[in-house]
């Protein structure tokens, strides 16, 4: 079984920082895909961010230029630096794996999802 663990959310202002990270483990994980997804409240989960174990990155039209994903393969842990957060980032933000690849970076693809962890971003 593989599991996933956030961290990192919290209460920023409008215009601020928050750096999310989320550690895998589990003896049958591999380097899948790992990315970042996004719920607000009454609305359905979307992709925000993802890559691959070899670096290939792809991100949501709404959070280019302002987040940034990493992963440090050795530690099995996906970084998400967001920067000049808005009031509609506000969600619980999501770490999912998708162990059969290609990836596609939808929701209902991912095998693997952790709690989550809220982002409230106030005006």
């Known amino acids: 079984q593989v599991q996933l663990v956030e961290s990192g959310g919290g209460l920023v202002q409008a215009g601020g920082s928050l750096r999310l990270s989320c550690t895998a483990s589990g003896r049958t994980f591999r380097p899948y895909p790992m990315g970042w997804f996004r719920q607000a409240p009454g609305e359905e989960r979307e992709f925000v961010a993802g890559i691959t174990s070899g670096g290939n990155i792809k991100y949501a039209d709404s959070v280019k230029g302002r987040f940034t994903i990493s992963r440090e393969n050795a530690k099995n842990t996906v970084y998400l630096e967001m920067n000049s957060l808005k009031p509609e980032d506000t969600a619980v933000y999501y770490c999912?794996?998708?162990?059969?690849?290609?990836?596609?970076?939808?929701?209902?693809?991912?095998?693997?999802w952790g709690k989550g962890t809220l982002v409230t971003v106030s005006s």
């Open positions: 999912g794996a998708d162990s059969l690849p290609p990836v596609a970076w939808r929701p209902g693809d991912m095998d693997y």
